[in-house]
């Protein structure tokens, strides 16, 4: 059976998910609405930098931002001199962590939707008088919708499956950073399968309705739109 820390773990692992996700939406919609209209010549080194954790080693990502956020980091000095204590080892660090390994699941299908709405229906408002922040909260958002949907659904299962990155920056700290990945590998390594079946049992069910909802919800919306 789960022990309370395993309980903590999913707990914990749910609250990361969750402020990521929250996060990456805020930060991610204006950076993507900027690369669907951007016609900027070196923006394809944007897309790349965005695109990095895709192919890069989660470990090799988390190696550097251990290192830059740590005590003897370039930042984790910056935050000190500011009265602010090292994020490594942190929930704090996790979350910035997840933030840039998830940065891709969220800013490429906003950015997808957002350029196949294309210029007609923006020409059509402003015609009526919408000013650029009115018409992108009622025509821009709405049409977007199904796009809104898919990467909050990718960004949230993304990083409830992270390890390397969340095991290199914040370590495996009982309470503060051990996520249900991690729990898992130590159950394996105690040779605890059961504990470790019942815990991927549940990321496993919780990734598949997931993406049955965002499959089962994009399809409606194709009907109605």
Not at 92 to 112: E, W
């Amino acid at each position: 059976m789960p022990t309370e820390a395993d309980f903590i773990a999913l707990v914990l692992t749910l609250k990361l998910a969750f402020f990521t996700t929250s996060i990456l939406l805020l930060m991610g919609t204006p950076l993507a609405w900027w690369l669907a209209r951007s016609g900027w010549r070196f923006k394809i080194v944007i897309e790349a930098v965005i695109a990095l954790p895709l192919v890069l080693p989660p470990t090799v990502l988390g190696f550097y931002l251990l290192v830059a956020l740590g005590a003897n980091g370039w930042l984790g000095q910056l935050l000190f001199a500011l009265g602010v204590k090292p994020l490594a080892f942190t929930f704090q660090g996790l979350v910035i962590g997840s933030v840039i390994y998830s940065l891709p699941f969220v800013v490429q299908p906003l950015q997808a939707g957002f350029a196949a709405i294309g210029q007609r229906p923006l020409e059509v408002a402003a015609t009526l008088r919408a000013s650029p922040l009115d018409c992108f909260f009622s025509v821009v958002m709405p049409l977007a919708l199904p796009s809104f949907l898919t990467a909050s659904v990718l960004g949230f299962a993304h990083t409830l499956g992270e390890f390397g990155v969340v095991l290199m920056l914040g370590g495996n700290i009982p309470a503060q950073t051990q996520v249900l990945s991690i729990a898992i590998y130590d159950h394996v390594e105690a040779m605890e399968y059961s504990q470790a079946h019942v815990l991927s049992a549940v990321l496993l069910l919780l990734s598949f309705v997931l993406l049955i909802a965002v499959y089962g919800l994009n399809r409606r919306f194709k009907v109605l739109l």
